[in-house]
């Protein structure tokens, strides 16, 4: 009985906690995203250390793209012509990143947003949690590349 109450109360505090998203908010997505980890519905992680890819994204009055670049290390990215349309919704307190392409459909959940951390979670209950990106500095100088 009282481990029953006890995952009630953290189950309540996660859901109380759990952060609202605005249509104010959506314009923090815009930018460059390097993945971090992917958590697995099993619970367990996979950690990412070095990417060779990040995420662009580029909305406005709730559609866009997303679109694959490459980090190049003077600090630019790599870039072709391929992405997917994305439109931004919002339902039952709830907001979906919709996305399309001329072979397929899919949405996914927006769980956290701030200027620094994204947080995506797909249809099979996996979570993609995601950092700003930074310019890369192999050097380790201090120095802020450009």
């Given at each position: 009985m009282k481990n029953t109450l006890s995952i009630f109360f953290i189950a309540f505090l996660f859901v109380g906690c759990q952060q609202k998203i605005k249509p104010a908010d959506i314009s923090?997505?815009?930018?460059?995203?390097?993945?971090?980890?992917?958590?697995?519905?099993?619970?367990?992680?996979?950690?990412?250390?070095?990417?060779?890819?990040?995420d662009f994204?580029?909305?406005?009055?709730?559609?866009?793209?997303?679109?694959?670049?490459?980090?190049?290390?003077?600090?630019?990215?790599?870039?072709?012509?391929?992405?997917?349309?994305?439109?931004v919704r919002f339902a039952d307190d709830k907001v979906f990143l919709d996305y399309s392409t001329s072979y397929m459909k899919w949405s996914e959940e927006l769980i956290a947003l701030s200027e620094e951390e994204l947080v995506l979670l797909n249809k099979d209950k996996m979570e993609y949690h995601y950092k700003k990106a930074t310019p890369i500095n192999l050097l380790g100088d201090g120095k802020k590349a450009e």
């Amino acid at each position: 009985m009282k481990n029953t109450l006890s995952i009630f109360f953290i189950a309540f505090l996660f859901v109380g906690c759990q952060q609202k998203i605005k249509p104010a908010d959506i314009s923090k997505i815009n930018g460059y995203w390097e993945i971090e980890k992917v958590v697995f519905d099993a619970g367990k992680d996979k950690d990412y250390g070095m990417n060779e890819s990040y995420d662009f994204f580029k909305i406005s009055d709730n559609k866009g793209i997303r679109k694959k670049v490459m980090p190049q290390l003077d600090g630019t990215f790599l870039v072709n012509d391929v992405y997917e349309n994305v439109a931004v919704r919002f339902a039952d307190d709830k907001v979906f990143l919709d996305y399309s392409t001329s072979y397929m459909k899919w949405s996914e959940e927006l769980i956290a947003l701030s200027e620094e951390e994204l947080v995506l979670l797909n249809k099979d209950k996996m979570e993609y949690h995601y950092k700003k990106a930074t310019p890369i500095n192999l050097l380790g100088d201090g120095k802020k590349a450009e």
